[in-house]
Structure formats: structure tokens, C-alpha cells
């Protein structure tokens, strides 16, 4: 099970970095058509729905290798129960919020589905479709906040906690070199 979600959250990371090259085309594209008197169409529509997308989709990915911003200055000082205690609350409250947001955002996305909706650019495009990318991140987001709970439920130690202590003794490593 951890290689399948292991491999699930990477392929998230994967996605999002896709999406954010496909940005980096488009406006590109934009900016050699206009030197060439090319109007490329759409490109702020779909630049912005892969921004959603990639958003989205990195949730995951940057959770489990502990690049999230998290504001530690409080829970730092307080002594190692109370913080594990705080952590998992943290976590579960999160995790609740992710899993509501992912119901919601998928629910949206098959609402936009059933009834076809198609959007207003100068390409229609129906909006199931690039609604499902960020349905997608924050499902895969839910499951690794889900991981994390059940590890910090456990008494283990979660991914982003792992990969500060990770990054921690590479430093540790490299200045002693």
C-alpha cells in the first residue's frame, strides 16, 4: 500500500509540474504569435485552468516531501506530547477540511458534467474538464492528509516531519564538510 500511494502522490507532483510547463507554452506561444501577428486564442483561460489544476495537483506531492509553509514558532516550544497532540489535531482538522473540499469540488465537477456547461472563451470548452484536474489534486491531497492522521495517530512520525529531519541533517552533513 505505501509504494501505491507513494507512487500516487508523485504522480500528482508529476501532473502539476506538466501543468506549469504547459503554462509556460502557452504564454510563450502567446508572446511569439504577437511578434508574428498571431493571435493564439484562449490562452488566458486555459493558462488559467491549468494553473487551478497544477495548484491543485501539488498539494500532495509538496506535503510529503515537507515543503508546505507551516508556522511552527508556537509548537516548537511546547514539549514533545503537547506537540504531537497539537500536530494531530492540526492534522485531523485539515484533513476534514480537504476531504469537504474534495466532496465539493467533485460534486461541482459532475454538476458540470450532467448539465454540459461549456465556458464563455473564444474556445468553448466544457467545464467538467478542467474541473476534474483540481477535483483530482485536492482528493489526492485528502488521502495524504488522511496517511499522515493514521501515521500521527500510530505515535509515528508523519512524511513532512521525516523530511525536515531529513533536510535537517543534510545541513548538518554539509557543514561539516
Given at each position: 500500500?505505501?509504494?501505491?500511494?507513494?507512487?500516487?502522490?508523485?504522480?500528482?507532483?508529476?501532473?502539476?509540474?506538466?501543468?506549469?510547463?504547459?503554462?509556460?507554452?502557452?504564454?510563450?506561444?502567446?508572446?511569439?504569435?504577437?511578434?508574428?501577428?498571431?493571435?493564439?486564442?484562449?490562452?488566458?483561460?486555459?493558462?488559467?485552468?491549468?494553473?487551478?489544476?497544477?495548484?491543485?495537483?501539488?498539494?500532495?506531492?509538496?506535503?510529503?516531501?515537507?515543503?508546505?509553509i507551516r508556522v511552527?514558532?508556537?509548537?516548537?516550544?511546547?514539549?514533545?506530547?503537547?506537540?504531537?497532540?497539537?500536530?494531530?489535531?492540526?492534522?485531523?482538522?485539515?484533513?476534514?477540511?480537504?476531504?469537504?473540499?474534495?466532496?465539493?469540488f467533485a460534486h461541482?465537477t459532475l454538476e458540470?458534467?450532467?448539465?454540459?456547461?461549456?465556458?464563455?472563451?473564444?474556445?468553448?470548452?466544457?467545464?467538467?474538464?478542467?474541473?476534474?484536474?483540481?477535483?483530482?489534486?485536492?482528493?489526492?491531497?485528502?488521502?495524504?492528509?488522511?496517511?499522515?492522521?493514521?501515521?500521527?495517530?500510530?505515535?509515528?512520525?508523519?512524511?513532512?516531519?521525516?523530511?525536515?529531519?531529513?533536510?535537517?541533517?543534510?545541513?548538518?552533513?554539509?557543514?561539516?564538510?
Amino acid at each position: 500500500m505505501r509504494k501505491f500511494l507513494d507512487r500516487l502522490y508523485n504522480f500528482s507532483g508529476a501532473l502539476a509540474a506538466a501543468g506549469i510547463v504547459g503554462i509556460t507554452l502557452l504564454i510563450l506561444a502567446q508572446i511569439l504569435g504577437r511578434w508574428m501577428g498571431i493571435i493564439v486564442p484562449s490562452v488566458e483561460d486555459f493558462s488559467g485552468y491549468l494553473l487551478a489544476g497544477s495548484s491543485l495537483l501539488g498539494l500532495a506531492y509538496t506535503l510529503r516531501h515537507g515543503v508546505h509553509i507551516r508556522v511552527n514558532l508556537v509548537t516548537q516550544l511546547l514539549p514533545p506530547s503537547v506537540r504531537r497532540v497539537s500536530e494531530t489535531v492540526a492534522l485531523a482538522i485539515a484533513a476534514a477540511l480537504s476531504v469537504w473540499m474534495a466532496w465539493y469540488f467533485a460534486h461541482l465537477t459532475l454538476e458540470s458534467y450532467q448539465f454540459g456547461e461549456i465556458s464563455y472563451g473564444y474556445i468553448p470548452v466544457y467545464l467538467w474538464i478542467p474541473q476534474l484536474f483540481p477535483a483530482l489534486g485536492l482528493i489526492i491531497f485528502s488521502i495524504a492528509l488522511l496517511d499522515d492522521l493514521v501515521v500521527a495517530l500510530r505515535g509515528g512520525k508523519t512524511s513532512y516531519l521525516l523530511a525536515e529531519e531529513a533536510e535537517a541533517a543534510e545541513i548538518n552533513m554539509e557543514e561539516r564538510l
